[in-house]
């Protein structure tokens, strides 16, 4: 069974009980409120885990071992305001809305992350751009607006909420905690997002 590590800030940890009870039928699952950068630390999380969950500001000791360990792990990335992404941005996320409900036949990713899934919700929701070409794993509905200021800078399926590349995903809205669990499928979309990643891969 597969070891996944949720990196919260210790305080928030019980926010997150439910995304724990939706990975511990298919994973171990352990909190931690950082990770460190020492290499004989990041030797035993490089050994120990093989899907990360980030989902605080990353403090900026943390930031060499993020770099590391998104070369070989699963990584999975709570972007928050213009803080530190491990996937380049264009510019700084651009807000959408406070709470918004995903319909899965909305969405421009990949089917199989929406078996079973009817719809997502949303929390805080931002627009984000990376300046490398990524696939889109939640978008905007047909409603949806990016606000630069008072102008629409995107609006409808054209609102990027999340984005992949190769194992590495990154989350400009919240789609984990609690309150976002309650209102839709989330558990089942992280669950066919997972599965999709893990296809294929091979950990040393």
Same mark, same amino acid.
């Given at each position: 069974?597969?070891? @996944?590590?949720?990196?919260?800030?210790?305080?928030?940890?019980?926010?997150?009980?439910?995304?724990?009870?939706?990975?511990l039928n298919d994973y171990h699952v352990q909190f931690a409120d950082k990770l460190n950068s020492e290499i004989s630390e990041?030797? *035993?999380?490089?050994?120990?885990?093989?899907?990360?969950?980030?989902?605080?500001?990353?403090?900026?000791?943390?930031?060499?071992?993020?770099? !590391?360990?998104?070369?070989?792990?699963?990584? $999975?990335?709570?972007? /928050?305001?213009?803080?530190?992404?491990?996937?380049?941005?264009? *510019?700084? $996320?651009?807000?959408?809305?406070?709470? $918004?409900?995903?319909?899965?036949?909305?969405? !421009?990713? *990949?089917?199989?992350?929406? /078996?079973?899934?009817?719809?997502?919700?949303?929390?805080? #929701?931002?627009?984000?751009? @990376?300046?490398?070409?990524?696939?889109?794993?939640?978008?905007?509905? !047909?409603?949806?607006?990016?606000?630069?200021?008072?102008?629409?800078?995107? #609006?409808?399926?054209?609102v990027v909420l999340a984005v992949r590349k190769n194992n590495i995903s990154i989350f400009s809205t919240d789609i984990f905690?609690?309150? #976002?669990?309650?209102?839709?499928?989330?558990? !089942?979309?992280?669950?066919?997002?997972?599965?999709?990643?893990?296809?294929?891969?091979?950990?040393?």
């Open positions: 069974m597969l070891s @996944t590590l949720i990196v919260a800030n210790s305080e928030s940890w019980h926010r997150y009980k439910q995304l724990e009870e939706c990975l990041l030797t *035993r999380l490089e050994n120990s885990f093989e899907i990360f969950f980030y989902l605080k500001v990353p403090e900026t000791n943390e930031i060499s071992a993020i770099s !590391r360990l998104v070369k070989s792990k699963i990584f $999975i990335f709570h972007i /928050r305001s213009d803080h530190y992404s491990p996937l380049q941005l264009k *510019r700084e $996320i651009l807000p959408v809305a406070e709470k $918004i409900f995903l319909k899965a036949t909305s969405m !421009r990713g *990949r089917l199989e992350y929406f /078996r079973g899934v009817d719809e997502i919700l949303a929390l805080n #929701a931002y627009h984000i751009e @990376t300046k490398d070409p990524c696939e889109i794993v939640l978008n905007g509905n !047909r409603d949806s607006k990016a606000l630069l200021g008072d102008i629409v800078f995107r #609006a409808g399926k054209n905690s609690n309150d #976002a669990f309650e209102g839709g499928q989330n558990c !089942r979309f992280i669950q066919n997002l997972l599965h999709e990643m893990l296809t294929g891969v091979e950990f040393y």
